[in-house]
């Protein structure tokens, strides 16, 4: 068995060559996607890797230092920002082909992402809808009634216990007087 010959070097395209070796090097939106969240991640962990180098650097403010390690520093930093110029010219790359996968798509208004809305719902299920929101609207005023009122004992629980304390104390006082 004999592996096909590649197209290049002045021989003719191959049966390899056509719809098939480019329906490989297309990739999906949602890998593209991923790919992005990835890039975003790489990005988000070399500026804190920088950031991280910045604060052990210190400024060349006339104290002796040695240059070996600040060389060495500044080795890194630089390889650092030009591996973040990279991974956002990367992540414009992959944003720029997500755009362009998605732009013959047809956008759908927000409305019909919502799971309760149907075209074809019939009116019942709307008046079902309502008064679940109405019962639930009720339900939490009635909550927040009760939680006010119990907020309202606990007040008055509370200036209870002060003043018995403030009782009691006044009859420890008395009868320490008395003795």
């Known amino acids: 068995m004999s592996t096909p010959p590649l197209a290049g070097a002045g021989m003719p395209p191959g049966p390899f060559s056509g719809p098939q070796s480019q329906a490989a090097r297309e990739v999906n939106t949602a890998s593209l996607c991923r790919i992005g969240q990835e890039t975003v991640q790489d990005i988000v962990f070399r500026t804190m890797e920088i950031f991280q180098l910045l604060r052990n650097m210190q400024l060349p403010n006339g104290v002796t230092y040695h240059t070996g390690t600040y060389q060495d520093r500044l080795g890194k930093l630089q390889e650092h920002l030009r591996q973040l110029s990279i ?21 759908i208004p927000i409305e019909q992402l ?15 809808a309502a008064s679940q929101l109405l019962f639930a609207s009720e339900e ?6 009760v939680n006010k009122k119990l907020k309202q ?27």
């Open 114 to 128: 919502i799971p309760y809305v149907e075209e074809d719902g019939s009116k019942h299920d709307d008046r079902g």
């Open 153 to 179: 004992k606990n007040q008055q629980l509370k200036q209870i216990m002060d003043q018995l304390r403030n009782l009691i104390w006044d009859i420890n006082s008395m009868l320490a007087m008395r003795n």
């Open 140 to 145: 939490r005023r009635e909550i927040m009634e």
């Open 87 to 107: 991974l956002f010219r990367k992540l414009r790359l992959v944003y720029d082909k997500c755009n362009e996968n998605c732009a013959g798509l047809d956008p």
